[in-house]
Nanobody, 116 residues
Framework: QVQLVESGGGWVQLGGSLRLSCAAS????????MGWYRQAPGKQRELVAS???????NYADSAKGRFTISMDNVKNTVYLQMNSLKPEDTAVYYC??????????WGQGTQVTISS
């Protein structure tokens, strides 16, 4: 079983920055990508950004130009640099790691709160 351990959430003012990290507890060859989702109160969980092991990235429209996702294949860690944060970015952010076997691992979630 792979565990995803997230860190870096917190509280920041409008326009501020945060960097989220998510580390897999062990290396596994069948994780082909890692990504971040978020869920705000009363809303469905949505994709924020994802990155494959060969560095192909995908961003939600709301994240483009403000967020940058990257992955360290050696450390099995994914990072999400979030700049120019807005109150609507407030949510619980979840790390995700899909596998080639169809299993998808999830982190426990980290709260991000932006105040205006």
């Amino acid at each position: 079983q792979v565990q995803l351990v997230e860190s870096g959430g917190g509280w920041v003012q409008l326009g501020g920055s945060l960097r989220l990290s998510c580390a897999a507890s062990r290396s596994t060859f069948n994780i082909y990508a890692m990504g971040w989702y978020r869920q705000a109160p009363g809303k469905q969980r949505e994709l924020v950004a994802s990155v494959t092991r060969d560095s192909r990235t995908n961003y939600a429209d709301s994240a483009k130009g403000r967020f940058t996702i990257s992955m360290d294949n050696v450390k099995n860690t994914v990072y999400l640099q979030m700049n120019s944060l807005k109150p609507e970015d407030t949510a619980v952010y979840y790390c995700n790691a899909p596998t080639t076997q169809g299993v998808s691992y999830w982190g426990q979630g980290t709260q991000v709160t932006i105040s205006s």
